[in-house]
């Protein structure tokens, strides 16, 4: 499956953003769905995750409560909505797939490029 992740761009602190992460090449709802991120120098972290037909949705602890994964089965998208922006949100998001768990820790075979998010104070 190929994975295309779009939306990033320069937000203000506080502010919000969402990103989207368009598929194709294979069946959509076959695959459970993961936003990551790396920050300048860091490691690749987890962010959120949504099983393949919706039902679960997972976050890391940084982005819980103020943001959310969400998909589309009709257009094949993954979003994630992210609200009250702030400076260590400043990373480049890639959208993964699996075909096997959205539990965090799973092993993700598919990567998109990533979108650049930088957040302004």
């Known amino acids: 499956v190929q994975l295309q992740a779009s939306g990033g761009g320069l937000v203000q602190a506080r502010g919000s953003l969402r990103l989207s992460c368009a598929a194709a090449?294979?069946?959509?709802?076959?695959?459970?769905m993961g936003w990551f991120r790396q920050a300048p120098g860091q490691e690749r972290e987890f962010v959120a995750s949504?099983?393949?037909?919706?039902?679960?949705?997972y976050y890391a602890d940084s982005v819980k409560g103020r943001s959310q994964i969400s998909r589309d089965d009709v257009k094949s998208t993954m979003y994630l909505q992210m609200n009250s922006l702030n400076l260590d949100d400043t990373a480049v998001y890639h959208c993964?797939?699996?075909?096997?768990?959205?539990?965090?820790?799973?092993?993700?075979?598919?990567w998109g490029q990533g979108t650049l998010v930088t957040v302004s104070s």
């Open positions: 949504i099983s393949w037909d919706g039902r679960y949705k």
């Open positions: 993964a797939a699996n075909p096997r768990s959205s539990a965090p820790g799973t092993t993700y075979d598919y």
């Open positions: 090449g294979r069946t959509f709802t076959n695959y459970a």
